[in-house]
């Protein structure tokens, strides 16, 4: 059986033989002890950038907002913070996204602080027949938002009479939000948006807060959102973000979402299986199907989405755009049609452009060149006139030089009449 002290020699190098295996690999490796303390340390890494973040924030945005006087973007609030955040963290690489997506937001939220910080466009939005698009940032979709209005009936003069809109009103009846930019070349060609009085929202990916406080605003008019998107957990997670709050943004209002897809019964309509792509997102397969189904993925698509994904992309254009037109006729999307009154109110406008345009033709049509008296020295006002005004060009210059003539004289009666 041995002695006593054979016994507990044996005793304690079986206690600790797990610790001597450990101790013996960093002698021969030095990196597993780099290893060691990591794992060691890295369940504090995000509470010290945290802390250190937060400790400097508002002094960071104060620095960069001209003490709360302007508005900032949130990386000139990084750039601000930056420096003592990476002296805290030891010289630690603070990263710019990880930042202004997630320790800026936080703190704001945390604090409940009333701060001015913009966000750089992320996509863009694009009325119908107006041609007016903005970019999805946070001042553009405040700016647009603020000059939303009723449309305005334009009298003719010397230019056409003219209906001027922004926002829904007699422009369009619905939103198509789309997770790609890539595809706006195709809708133009194809005139998605003025055939269905379409606006279009196109984003680089998840949509942003500016996207979304765009949506809140101007969905409350009873204009749906119709959401196309790829068929994967990003895709999903897209749509899901566009029917509930997150942490980032709470909706105010009740926003009518209309899934356009790719769903999977469209993928099996469409014969895309053989498209079908391995997915290699992170996380438990646990995780992964408690986020498909948050998102509104039905069982069938939770086990599909787990191992494979179907990109819009898939689909050859012409395929495309009749899905999407199918689609959008199947939920009723049609052309915008107003009131009896403003119908009412646009024809005469336009009957009085018309009559307008036949008196100015006439009285065109009556000028003779040789009843219009030009100056003698007519190249050296235009040069003198440029010289008082280096800011116009040859052209604004004569047409100064014009206004400052006296009028012939038969113009001069005719203003009367």
Not at 17 to 42: F, G, I, P, V, Y
Not at 192 to 214: H, P, Q, V, W, Y
């Amino acid at each position: 059986m041995g002695s006593i002290a054979d016994r507990l020699k044996n005793s304690a190098l079986y206690v600790t033989k797990d610790w001597a295996k450990q101790r013996k690999a960093e002698e021969r490796h030095a990196s597993a002890q780099a290893n060691r303390e990591a794992r060691l340390t890295r369940a504090s890494d995000y509470y010290n950038f945290k802390s250190a973040a937060f400790e400097i924030m508002e002094e960071a945005y104060l620095k960069a907002s001209a003490n709360g006087t302007l508005p900032a973007s949130a990386r000139q609030v990084m750039y601000q913070a930056r420096p003592f955040i990476q002296e805290k963290m030891s010289g630690q690489q603070l990263n710019d996204q990880y930042f202004c997506q997630q320790l800026l937001p936080d703190y704001i939220d945390e604090h409940g602080v009333d701060w001015d910080v913009t966000y750089d466009d992320r996509g863009h939005f694009t009325e119908p027949h107006t041609e007016h698009s903005i970019g999805l940032g946070t001042i553009a979709a405040r700016e647009y938002l603020e000059s939303v209005d009723a449309p305005t009936l334009e009298e003719a003069g010397f230019a056409a009479a003219n209906i001027g809109t922004r926002g829904p009103d007699g422009c369009f009846g619905a939103i198509l939000f789309i997770e790609k930019e890539g595809f706006l070349p195709l809708f133009r060609a194809v005139h998605l948006a003025e055939r269905f009085d379409l606006a279009i929202m196109s984003t680089k990916g998840m949509s942003s807060t500016a996207a979304r406080n765009l949506i809140d605003n101007l969905c409350q008019r009873k204009v749906p959102l119709l959401a196309l998107h790829d068929f994967d957990k990003a895709g999903m997670s897209i749509v899901g973000t566009l029917k509930r709050d997150t942490r980032r943004f709470s909706f105010t209002r009740r926003i009518k979402v209309i899934d356009l897809g790719l769903r999977l019964t469209d993928v099996r309509e469409l014969g895309l299986e053989a498209s079908a792509e391995d997915v290699f997102d992170r996380g438990s397969d646990v995780a992964k199907r408690q986020n498909l189904s948050l998102n509104g993925a039905t069982r069938k698509e939770v086990e599909f989405l787990l191992r494979r994904r179907v990109e819009l992309n898939a689909l050859p254009s012409d395929r495309l755009v009749t899905f999407i037109e199918r689609k959008l006729t199947e939920h009723g999307i049609q052309k915008v049609i107003p009131n009896d009154d403003l119908l009412r109110d646009a024809y005469h406008l336009y009957a009085k452009s018309k009559r307008v345009e036949e008196i100015v033709a006439k009285a065109i049509g009556e000028i003779d060149d040789e009843n219009i008296a030009m100056p003698d020295d007519l190249s050296v006002r235009v040069i003198a006139h440029l010289k008082q005004y280096p800011e116009f060009r040859w052209d604004e210059a004569v047409a100064a030089i014009v206004d400052a003539c006296p009028a012939p004289k038969r113009l001069r009666g005719r203003r009367g009449d």
